[in-house]
């Protein structure tokens, strides 16, 4: 069974800077296409970018240049770097992963960012 666990989200001021995780078990790493979401209180799920397994990668306007998402086929991870933090970043954000029609996704992590 697919599992997703990620890691990295915590309290940080604006202006600066996380990388989160998403560590992925229970299949074949490199067959998947990855995506990272957010869920601010009182709003929607929204993509925030995903990456293919041809390492192609898609961002949403509001972290273009600001955020990069990568991934390592040899540690089983996708990552989400993030820099130039703001308060409106503020979420829950979740991994999720795509084989084909099927998805997958992760428990979240809290990113909380506030001086």
């Known amino acids: 069974q697919v599992q997703l666990v990620e890691s990295g989200g915590g309290l940080v001021q604006p202006g600066g800077s996380l990388r989160l995780a998403c560590t992925q078990s229970?299949?074949?790493?490199?067959?998947?296409?990855f995506g990272w979401y957010r869920q601010a209180p009182g709003k929607e799920r929204e993509l925030v970018a995903d990456?293919?397994?041809?390492?192609?990668?898609n961002y949403a306007d509001f972290v273009k240049g600001r955020f990069t998402i990568s991934r390592d086929n040899t540690k089983n991870t996708v990552y989400l770097q993030m820099i130039s933090l703001k308060p409106e970043d503020t979420a829950v954000y979740y991994c999720?992963?795509?084989?084909?029609?099927?998805?997958?996704w992760g428990k979240g992590t809290l990113v909380t960012v506030s001086s």
């Open positions: 999720k992963a795509n084989y084909y029609a099927v998805a997958y």
């Open positions: 229970g299949s074949i790493f490199p067959l998947y296409a």
């Open positions: 990456i293919s397994i041809g390492s192609s990668t």
